[in-house]
């Protein structure tokens, strides 16, 4: 039973990885195609009007600034870039946070009250073990431990 929750949930996470995945990098296409369009809008826009003054005039934009504005837009680009992975860091911690959240809030299996009793100050004790046997609960058939004693 146990192994079969654990199948699904994994199932579960790897369809949702596959989906962030594809996600991912479709918005990162996106950007990249976005990114090289304004580009080249740039560059020709800025060249047409480098090369191509009204007769007579000075061009609108020289080659200094058309070179000026291109990087400035090339440093506003990373930037923008480098807050969407920023984003994208804080969306898989705040997950992750979650998760540790809730293996926190967990109940455990054996109550932290059993067995327990309270010793005087000076009172001598030993701790002793006795054929103690221990498997993990996805494979009991398979033990970790077999008839371990020691004191």
């Keep these: 039973m146990e ?12 369809k949702s990885g596959m989906k962030d995945a594809y996600a991912s ?19 020709w826009y800025g060249g047409i009007a480098v090369l191509k003054p009204a007769q007579g005039e000075e061009p609108e934009l020289s080659i200094g600034q058309l070179i000026t504005f291109n990087l ?20 898989r911690a705040a997950s992750a946070a979650q998760r540790v959240f809730e293996i926190i809030e967990l109940v455990p299996d054996i109550p932290l009250n059993s067995g327990s009793r309270k010793l005087q100050a000076g009172e ?24 371990l004693s020691f004191d």
């Design 3 to 14: 192994v079969s929750q654990f199948k699904h949930h994994m199932d579960l996470s790897l």
């Design 25 to 43: 990098a479709g918005v990162s296409a996106v950007t990249q195609y976005l990114e090289f369009a304004a580009t080249i809008l740039i560059l």
């Design 72 to 91: 400035y837009w090339s440093m506003l680009n990373n930037s923008i870039t480098g807050l969407n992975g920023v984003l994208n860091t804080l969306i």
């Design 124 to 147: 001598p004790c030993t701790v002793e073990f006795q054929d103690v046997k221990f498997w993990y609960q996805m494979r009991p058939e398979k033990e970790v431990l077999k008839g």
